[in-house]
């Protein structure tokens, strides 16, 4: 037997084959039950295959341009994947040197440490990209899926822009007094207690002991709540009351009490609700950031 012999293989066929699936939209009915990708001999004929198999399966077109696509994407997907695989091992070798770092403070490593693992995710989520091809297809599905876009409760602002669609960035910006704190306040409370979604509050400007006395406030005044019959509260009422200027009625005592059944609803389940003073590793679907002039309203994706 001579070593040198190769293995049979017939490499015009394969191109031929594969020619004819590039160019013949019905090709890839005719061959897919009964030729296996490990038939090709060449590796990179089957590479060509496995793609236009797979394109098939998924019932997209199998032509030049489509082939072409889905292999370049693919090959785009895995070179990132392994960048950012390389660099969180590079940023892990480095947070371990900061963890031998006894000259730092703890607080100041722990920082560097999550700005690192930041930077990694941030790789990660800037190299995903999709094809028309595949978001078209989400987009049909979410029209027969229970993917709804959950409503504001406010109506006239509902009848302009439906409501809060998950993955969206809505921003709503205003002088200073103008309600942005109110309005985000109520937004925090529907996303929570009406849609039953983890919801945050991130004030760059209050206390979380002056984000509840806001609560308490909003909860008396908003049409949504008058079921509770509570009493009106005015914020400013609470502050007067605190700095010792007036005495709170028993009324508004007593609404101040009965506005905390609603926090069984903002802790059913996994936390629902946070009111925040410092800067959120972890953000849930919906994330709520105000200062002075900016009101900021990120949802993400139900849980």
Not at 18 to 36: C, N, Q, T
Not at 203 to 228: A, D, G, N, P, V
Not at 245 to 261: F, V
Not at 262 to 291: C, D, E, F, H, Y
Request: proline share 4%.
């Amino acid at each position: 037997m001579n070593n040198e012999q190769l293995p049979p293989a017939n490499i015009e066929a394969e191109e031929a084959i594969l020619g004819g699936i590039l160019l013949d939209p019905m090709a890839m009915s005719r061959v897919e039950a009964d030729l296996k990708i490990e038939a090709f001999v060449l590796e990179a004929h089957q590479e060509i295959y496995r793609a236009a198999l797979t394109l098939y399966r998924q019932m997209k077109p199998t032509d030049l341009m489509a082939v072409s696509t889905y292999l370049c994407a693919r090959n785009t997907k895995l070179v990132m994947d392994k960048y950012v695989r390389r660099q969180l091992i590079y940023s892990g070798h480095e947070i371990v040197e900061l963890g031998y770092d006894n000259v730092t403070d703890l607080e100041d490593v722990l920082n560097d440490s999550q700005k690192k693992v930041f930077a990694v995710c941030e790789l990660k989520m800037n190299s995903q990209t999709d094809s028309t091809a595949e978001i078209s297809i989400e987009c049909f599905n979410d029209l027969e899926s229970d993917n709804p876009i959950y409503e504001t409760g406010l109506y006239d602002l509902d009848d302009l822009m439906v409501g809060f669609e998950p993955g969206t960035l809505s921003i709503l910006a205003g002088r200073p007094s103008m309600g942005k704190s109110a309005i985000s306040t109520f937004f925090t409370l529907q996303m929570a207690t009406k849609h039953q979604l983890p919801a945050i509050y991130f004030s760059l400007e209050m206390t979380k002991k002056q984000l509840q006395y806001r609560l308490w406030s909003l909860i008396s005044q908003f049409h949504c709540y008058r079921h509770l019959n509570l009493t009106q509260i005015r914020g400013d009422r609470i502050r007067k009351h605190r700095a010792g200027r007036i005495n709170l009625t028993q009324p508004e005592m007593e609404a101040i009490s009965r506005s905390e059944a609603l926090r069984g609803l903002l802790k059913a389940g996994a936390a629902r609700s946070r009111l925040l003073t410092q800067t959120p590793s972890l953000i849930p679907p919906l994330a709520i950031v105000i200062n002075q002039r900016l009101l900021r309203i990120r949802l993400g994706v139900k849980p």
